[in-house]
């Protein structure tokens, strides 16, 4: 048995996830939110077991351009280096371990140990320990690799690259699964691809890095929760005579007419996609869309002007609800979550597009927007009530469960995707059952990196 295992007990995870959709019940146990030994667990059997989502190539066009993050516990530098490839360092310098880069981002020929000066170059060769003629250093020593350790699994999907330090984790395609539709539907905007527009909005709140997992495929909230979005954009009406950033009106966003598909897809991924919410054409991408038609045809190109999200577990978010948002999710503490928001545009878009995409996100998303501050803010107040020890199981992934059904719907099948389950029909469903995928996905992540760390079969 790993050692580290002896210092936690083998938890049965199972007692957390009561999913019984044959007897319309679906609870998740609140210790899911609340429990510092639990979120130590994710940390080692999911974040550090599994695929995590760490950076787009758009964010490192460059040669020697770097971003820095995080692999559960572990600081890590994405960094396209001067030979054009990207690789994934442990940012650990090999003498004393201090990391070596320390800004979010930047370009980099050589990274310098602010320590003891030892310097990398930007593939993570080892240039210099500092010193090392008159050091008296044995054979031993210089026998040893004095490089940036890489990560042990590295690979990308269409930009988005991802990380796990499982060298026998499976292969990132078979992860994603039909997911990976949904991240298509975005890259296949333009035939070139997605770009990242300049400036992040990063943020951090005081909550379970699930709850914003969660919110994401959550549109049961909008209105209640968002209705100072409404508010402003109503009054921006009254008093120009018009919405010149064309906002997606959320008061109208549950019109009669709307419908919504759900998706539970294999290893907790999750998809939602909205036809007839709202104006297609208050949608940047609409501007090219008889281009994109042509080019991969009109249900997809439907699919591309639609509101959708695909939450990619356990740490990227693909949003687009009042405008489009990638999110990057990194856990701090059971208690705190670091949350890194950019916002992508397909490449050759037109500049009135752009222009719009840009006012629409600094409205909602950014920074300057409404939507965001509210979310946090109620993230710390479940945080909060959570806290109630003699409550175990919250009510709320019961909604659209009446509506589950085994494999895909009809709108699934029109793109090709085979979902596990689905949940469709009239967006007034605003669904919660989805989640019901994403913690089988949780539950069988924990059975199995505990199983495997402690040396016997799940």
């Given at each position: ?236 009406v009254k008093r120009q005579g018009a919405d010149e950033n064309r906002s997606v009106d959320l ?208």
């Open positions: 048995m790993d050692a580290r295992v002896r210092e936690l007990p083998l938890r049965d995870f199972s007692r957390y996830i009561d999913a019984r959709p044959q007897d319309g019940v679906l609870r998740i146990h609140l210790d899911l939110f609340r429990d510092p030994e639990l979120f130590e667990l994710e940390m080692r059997y999911i974040y550090e077991r599994s695929w995590v989502f760490v950076g787009h190539a758009a964010q490192i066009p460059q040669p020697n351009d770097f971003i820095t993050g995080v692999v559960g516990r572990t600081p890590i530098i994405l960094q396209r280096g001067g030979d054009g490839q990207v690789r994934a360092f442990i940012n650990h310098c090999s003498h004393r371990g201090a990391t070596v880069a320390t800004t979010q981002a930047g370009n980099a020929r050589r990274h310098k140990c602010p320590y003891h000066g030892w310097m990398f170059d930007s593939t993570g060769k080892c240039l210099q320990v500092t010193d090392e003629a008159l050091g008296g250093y044995t054979d031993a020593f210089r026998r040893l690799s004095h490089d940036l350790p890489q990560v042990a699994r590295l690979e990308e999907y269409r930009g988005f690259f991802f990380a796990s330090l499982n060298p026998d984790v499976m292969p990132l395609r078979e992860y994603l699964g039909d997911a990976a539709v949904f991240m298509d539907s975005w890259i296949d905007q333009s035939p070139d691809g997605l770009e990242v527009v300049r400036g992040d909005a990063n943020f951090t709140y005081g909550g379970n890095w699930k709850m914003v997992f969660e919110n994401c495929l959550d549109i049961y909230h909008a209105k209640t929760l968002h209705a100072s979005f409404g508010t402003m954009v109503m009054n921006r008061n109208n966003f549950i019109s009669a007419e709307a419908e919504v598909s759900y998706y539970i897809f294999p290893k907790g991924h999750g998809g939602m996609w909205l036809r007839g919410a709202g104006k297609r054409e208050d949608r940047p991408s609409y501007a090219m869309w008889q281009e994109m038609a042509a080019r991969v045809g009109e249900d997809k190109a439907d699919m591309m002007v639609s509101g959708r999200v695909v939450a990619i577990f356990p740490n990227i978010l693909l949003v687009e609800s009042a405008t489009f948002q990638m999110r990057l999710i990194r856990p701090v503490a059971v208690d705190k979550t670091e949350v890194y928001a950019f916002c992508l545009a397909p490449k050759g878009e037109p500049a009135a597009a752009r222009a719009l995409r840009i006012r629409q996100y600094e409205d909602f998303f950014s920074a300057t927007g409404v939507a965001t501050p509210d979310d946090t803010t109620v993230y710390e107040r479940v945080q909060q009530g959570d806290q109630a020890r003699s409550i175990e199981w919250n009510q709320g992934y019961h909604r659209g469960l009446a509506l589950l059904r085994d494999g895909p719907d009809e709108a699934a099948r029109r793109i090709g995707i085979e979902p596990l389950h689905s949940i469709s029909g009239n967006i007034g469903i605003q669904g919660e059952a989805v989640y019901l995928g994403v913690y089988q996905g949780w539950l069988e992540q924990m059975q199995r990196g505990q199983a495997q760390l402690a040396g016997v079969q799940a």
